[in-house]
């Protein structure tokens, strides 16, 4: 793969291998740290590299591979509240409203089971067709389907129970 190529099928998926990384590890340093050492991976061996017709694939693949890599190697898990803490400092007054929604959705979907969070992540937030989704998760689309309807079902409760939890606190301030 020359350079030029490279540049045109390799770096403009920089930012959905960050979301997809950052869905996977729950935390934003180490997607952008998984995302750096990928590309910095694939240029080294760029060489070696064939343009192909599932580059896409291959790129999403080796981002799933290496945060599952990560995450075996994590000693101690990071509290999800530091990291919903650290986000919620940088949000502007403006985008308060529309970051609590977001992060209300991110800490359901934190719940639901790997890979249905994982198939939701890649089919509605980053919009890949059921047959990519299933090529990133090797298995078949059926079961991509399966585990769809599972996870939306899943995030509707999640979010609901959620929701009626923070209504009963407001009422119990009172």
Not at 87 to 112: G, I, P, S, Y
Not at 129 to 148: S, Y
Request: charge should be positive.
């Amino acid at each position: 793969m020359e350079t030029l190529e490279f540049d045109r099928d390799i770096v403009p998926l920089r930012d959905r291998m960050f979301r997809y990384a950052q869905s996977l590890l729950l935390s934003t340093e180490e997607a952008e740290d998984v995302v750096h050492d990928l590309l910095e991976h694939f240029w080294r061996e760029r060489y070696r590299l064939t343009v192909r017709r599932d580059a896409v694939s291959f790129v999403m693949t080796s981002v799933r591979n290496r945060c599952f890599d990560r995450l075996r190697q994590r000693e101690a898990v990071r509290q999800r509240g530091e990291t919903i803490l650290r986000t919620a400092e940088r949000a502007t007054t403006r985008d308060a409203e529309a970051w609590e929604a977001r992060e209300l959705v991110r800490r359901a979907m934190a719940q639901l089971p790997g890979r249905q969070r994982e198939a939701l992540h890649l089919k509605d937030i980053e919009g890949f067709p059921t047959r990519e989704v299933a090529g990133i998760l090797g298995c078949d689309e059926a079961q991509v389907r399966v585990l769809l309807s599972r996870a939306r079902g899943g995030l509707r409760a999640i979010l609901k129970e959620m929701i009626d939890d923070e209504k009963g606190t407001r009422r119990a301030d009172w």
